[in-house]
């Protein structure tokens, strides 16, 4: 059964929430107070964002608004392409603390592999995890084969590898490599953006359980060992999102596990490693 409290044990012996809150695409101060209340409230822990996104500061402040100690929330960051380097990594990092006025990130990912910068941004992460300004550090959107090539040089290897995945992109062989390694898979847009909702052999599933197709899916994505940050703009949704205390038989999660059609809603991260294009 699942619970909101339900947290993963990652390999650095940190423990982080299954099901934490996406904050991409949240461009007010309003729009972010009235979500992260709302999501507050629902119980969600983990906070989702990073340097693209533009609102860590929206953040931070809507945390401080509501009265909520640092300690009981998780705050994930990412830093971005034009960010890569040794010094840059630490600099950048350094004033995303202050926007978010904390002195600690939970968890701080590179947020796409880029070639050229490749080794430094990672040796920068280790520094920051030695120094206690991230007590987690990790990748979004790595390959298997930029995984092993960052074993090759790495002291700490990453412990989450945040990546896209929903039923139309399933990335079993990635998710299983993640897991030989002792990374948890983190699926970002575990709804496909939308994509997915609309799915029939999804929502047979969903009617049969009086359950939503969102549902469904975030409830699938738990069952594959995954931690998902779902992304809501509306109050009811934030909340139906946590409402996943109901299994799916094994047929059924089989039924979804085959509806994969390799199909992104985001960038392809080997391109972006070799072209180091900023997304
Ligand atoms: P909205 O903000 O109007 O709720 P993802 O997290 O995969 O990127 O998906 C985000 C998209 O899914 C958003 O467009 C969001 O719209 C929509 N969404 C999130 N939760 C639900 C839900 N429970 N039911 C329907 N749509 C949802």
């Known amino acids: ?28 101060p309003e729009l ?3 979500s992260i209340e709302e999501a507050w409230k629902d119980g969600y822990r983990l906070f989702d964002t990073a340097q693209l996104y533009r609102n860590e500061m929206y953040l931070g402040d809507a945390i401080r608004r509501l009265g909520l100690k640092r300690d009981d929330v998780f705050i994930t960051d990412k ?17 995303s603390l202050q926007q978010l006025g904390t002195d600690y990130f939970d968890l701080l990912l590179v947020h796409w592999p880029v070639a050229d910068k490749f080794f430094d941004t990672w040796r920068a992460f280790e520094e920051l995890k030695k120094q206690g300004k991230a007590k987690s550090i990790g990748v979004s959107n790595y390959t298997q ?57 999804i929502k047979k599933i969903a009617n049969h359980h009086g ?6 899916i975030l409830k699938w994505q738990l069952s594959r060992g995954l931690s998902i940050i779902p992304k809501s703009q ?9 409402e996943l205390d109901f299994d799916l038989s094994d047929d059924e999660i089989t039924m979804i596990d085959i509806l994969n059609k390799n199909q992104r809603t985001g960038n392809e991260p080997e391109l972006v490693y070799e072209l180091g294009k900023q997304y």
């Open 1 to 28: 059964m699942f619970s909101i409290s339900d947290t993963y044990k990652l390999a650095d012996g940190n423990e982080m929430p299954a099901l934490g809150y996406g904050t991409y695409l949240i461009d007010t």
């Open 211 to 216: 359950k939503s197709v969102a549902q469904v």
């Open 234 to 242: 509306n109050p009811d949704r934030i909340k139906e999102n946590t």
């Open 79 to 95: 830093i971005t392409e034009m960010n890569q380097g040794y010094d840059t990594v630490i600099e950048s990092a350094e004033f």
């Open 32 to 34: 972010m107070d009235k």
């Open 145 to 201: 084969s930029q995984l092993e090539l960052l074993a090759t040089q790495a002291n700490e290897m990453p412990v989450v590898n945040q990546i896209e995945t929903h039923p139309y992109l399933t990335q079993q062989p990635m998710i299983d490599y993640d897991k030989s390694k002792d990374i948890i898979t983190q699926a970002w847009s575990p709804l496909g953006r939308g994509l997915v909702l609309d799915d029939p052999m």
